[in-house]
């Protein structure tokens, strides 16, 4: 695989790609910000992987995750959060999304994942996961969640979650319901505004609630079975 690091950390970035070149067969590039992976895209006809900051002076990753999608096909993309991994409420398997400290193993295991996708497969996050990292982020804005035809809205204020849509639900329910697709791709947009305020407990706390919710619906329909 052709891989892509968008670090600023100078130090940070040169031991992400001593570790892929000394656990993988990967070929890897690294560069400090949006500009410098745009320009760097310009000049490469593949990339399979990109793993970038979260944000950082000159790096916006969710927006070069997308701009970069438009020009590699099937691209994957691995985060790293600006927030420590003892923040986290949730602990996702095979997560990708990485806050220091980073665990080694964790991450060359994501690498692994990405090489086995198909190709053009979609770029599948767990939508609790992203939920989690743009409440840590303390993002505004919303986050559009797609699953086989399925699409919801998740709103957000100063990293609380305050609203949600799908076609079916809305508040908490549409939560609950999102959560359950499980894996998704999603889109984040900074500028919208929540139409209105339905959920005001903290966001970890329903996070935790929907994902306790799923799994109890799915004990019961094996119980049912």
């Not at 949006?34 to 002076?57: N, V």
């Not at 609790?128 to 303390?138: H, I, P």
């Not at 998740?154 to 908490?172: C, D, K, M, P, Q």
């Amino acid at each position: 695989m052709q891989l892509l690091i968008v670090h600023r950390d100078p130090d940070m970035g040169d031991a992400l790609v001593q570790m892929v070149k000394n656990y993988t067969r990967h070929f890897c590039h690294i560069v400090s910000s949006d500009a410098s992976a745009m320009d760097w895209a310009r000049r490469h006809r593949r990339c399979d992987l990109l793993l970038t900051q979260l944000e950082a002076e000159g790096i916006n990753g969710l927006t070069l995750g997308s701009a970069l999608s438009e020009i590699f096909s099937g691209l994957q993309v691995l985060f790293f959060p600006n927030y420590a991994a003892n923040e986290r409420r949730l602990d996702v398997v095979d997560t990708k999304i990485f806050p220091e400290p980073i665990v080694g193993d964790d991450l060359l295991g994501a690498i692994e994942r990405a090489e086995q996708a198909p190709a053009d497969a979609p770029d599948l996050f767990h939508a609790a996961d992203v939920l989690q990292m743009c409440c840590l982020s303390r993002r505004n804005g919303a986050v559009q969640m797609v699953k086989d035809g399925q699409s919801g809205l998740v709103f957000l204020r100063h990293g609380r979650i305050v609203h949600g849509e799908t076609t079916a639900s809305r508040g908490r329910d549409a939560l609950f319901e999102i959560v359950a697709w499980k894996y998704v791709e999603f889109a984040y947009e900074r500028s919208v505004r929540p139409p209105l305020e339905t959920i005001t407990v903290p966001w970890d706390e329903i996070l935790i609630d929907a994902i306790s919710g799923e799994k109890e619906e799915h004990k019961s329909q094996r119980q049912s079975a």
